[in-house]
């Protein structure tokens, strides 16, 4: 289980998170939704250690997030950047395998490749991009790659940084099809930052919604459209009258 | 009363400046010593800091050369002591010119580069991605580039030295008619193995400036093409600077009598 508690962040002036209180239990999938600029990413940064709290824990299994052998705990996560954040000097199975290839438990190339194309082919692309560059790829193709990076070391959990931003909407419900059925089929715990409602519905066990850097509403999917919230209401109906301002 | 707290600021935004690079530069440092290594990226960074910059190093010298021998001719004529152009367009290109126009061309080339592309790889995520693939962005991305450069610089220099006393004998032989064994062996005679192996020294310190400043402002890019485009600026301009600066610290060192 993935547990915050009472997390803070600003950056300068800013205040992003203002203590933010949350449970993730092991083997859900929770949505984080919230408007741009809210701070969903930096929650994200946080449980990480890319971005370091000013104040509050996390952990993770009950172990505190920071400290402690950092590679041990990374190891344990998979990500999807929200621009796949692909390596372009390398090439497509190169990004997929680029975990495998390193650490205590490296795999020799041949094998690192072979897992790669395993993994491609999971996410729906052939062999024949393996040896292609990212910058040869479409977005959704490259948010495929990203995706298969993701999971390539078999994580056991996953966090998914605005899966179908910039995707058509045919292409952002394949990515979220793909999530549901990796996420499912893997048993993993997942967290996936959106404001893509779609992505939402398809996606998520629980839904976590940050306002104003905290969390506003949290609870199943399924009591999301009752939850008589009239933040989360405004938000999954799109409107510009309610409690959250449109011009922020 | 403004103007002091504005002054006072900027000297404090300086000292802050100073103290990061500092630190970035001894972080690297730490860095080379311990493992893990990533000699494919050291590799990559040889070829591209290197061999691709021998050709903008390689004319820089032989113009250079041929413009000190006409400059030294010139002056030399008014003391009847033109016979010294050989030996001091030898000292002068592996003593100084070599060693700091070969360093600020490749300040210009490598160091706008790494600041670049680090900087677009921060931009789009790609070092946070690094992160979470549990590879450290310092091993795997400054490591390999500052220690190439530092490595190859001294080679650039020397190779760089040659052309330039070429340019110089090109000149001489051809444009000022001196006789061509003349020219090389007042060349050969006049030259001491400190000449030459302090510009090298030179150029090793200078290696390490450049691609430790295309990493640090790299690292340090603001978001959006602005926020690369600046890092590439400040990384040319702050290793240009530090590059003359350590120029004069190392003469000063290497040969003050």
């Known amino acids: 289980m993935i547990a915050l508690h009472d997390v803070h962040k600003a950056f300068g002036a ?130 495929r790659v990203g995706l298969a990076r993701a999971i390539a070391a078999d994580p056991e959990i996953i966090f998914f940084d605005e899966p179908t931003t910039g995707l058509d909407p045919i292409m952002a419900g394949v990515i979220n099809d793909l999530i549901r059925e990796i996420v499912t089929e893997m048993g993993v715990t997942a967290m996936t930052i959106t404001h893509d409602m779609s992505s939402v519905r398809a996606i998520a066990d629980r839904v976590a919604m940050l306002h104003d850097g905290v969390i506003q509403w949290t609870g199943p999917v399924g009591e999301m459209d009752r939850s008589g919230d009239p933040y989360l209401d405004q938000f999954i109906h799109g409107r510009a009258d309610g409690p959250i301002a449109a011009v922020r | 009363m403004s103007l002091i707290a504005a002054l006072g600021r900027s000297f404090l935004a300086l000292l802050a400046t100073i103290g990061r690079v500092t630190l970035f530069a001894g972080a690297t440092v730490g860095h080379l010593l311990r493992p893990p290594f990533y000699p494919r990226e050291f590799g990559h960074a040889l070829l591209a800091i290197g061999y691709f910059s021998l050709p903008v190093v390689g004319l820089t010298a032989f113009f250079t050369g041929g413009a000190l021998a006409l400059q030294i001719y010139a002056g030399g004529a008014r003391f009847s002591a033109e016979a010294v152009v050989p030996s001091i367009v030898a000292i002068g290109m592996v003593r100084e010119l ?23 790889m921060k931009v789009t995520e790609q070092i946070d991605a690094l992160v979470t693939l549990s590879t450290h962005p310092m091993k795997y991305l400054a490591v390999p580039r500052v220690l190439a450069a530092t490595l190859v610089l001294p080679v650039l220099v020397a190779v760089g030295d040659s052309i330039g006393i070429l340019g110089g004998f090109v000149v001489g032989v051809l444009r000022l008619d001196f006789n061509a064994a003349a020219y090389m062996r007042n060349t050969v005679d006049f030259l001491e193995f400190w000449d030459i192996g302090s510009g090298l020294v030179k150029g090793a310190v200078f290696g390490f400036i450049v691609a430790t400043m295309g990493c640090y402002h790299g690292m340090r890019s603001g978001r959006g093409a602005q926020g690369v485009g600046r890092a590439t600026t400040d990384a040319v301009v702050s290793s240009s600077v530090l590059i003359l600066a350590a120029n004069f610290l190392l003469t000063e060192v290497f040969f003050s009598a």
């Open chain 1, 14 to 143: 800013k205040r992003v998170l203002s203590g933010v209180t949350l449970e993730m239990p092991k083997g859900e999938s929770m949505v984080i939704i919230g408007g741009s600029g809210t701070g969903k990413s930096v929650l994200l940064k946080c449980i990480l250690g890319l971005v370091v709290p000013d104040r509050g824990r996390i952990s993770v299994d009950g172990q505190p997030a920071e400290g402690g052998d950092r590679d041990a705990f990374l190891a344990r996560f998979g990500m999807l950047f929200q621009g796949a954040a692909l390596f372009d000097s390398m090439t497509v199975w190169e990004n997929v395998a680029f975990r495998l290839r390193r650490g205590r438990d490296k795999l020799p190339r041949p094998a690192a490749r072979e897992v790669a194309v395993e993994k491609l082919r999971r996410v729906g692309l052939g062999p024949e991009v393996a040896d292609l560059y990212p910058a040869e790829l479409s977005g959704g193709m490259q948010k």
């Open chain 2, 98 to 120: 070599g060693p700091v126009l070969g360093g600020l061309m490749v300040a210009g080339r490598v160091a706008a580069s790494i600041a670049a592309e680090i900087g677009t």
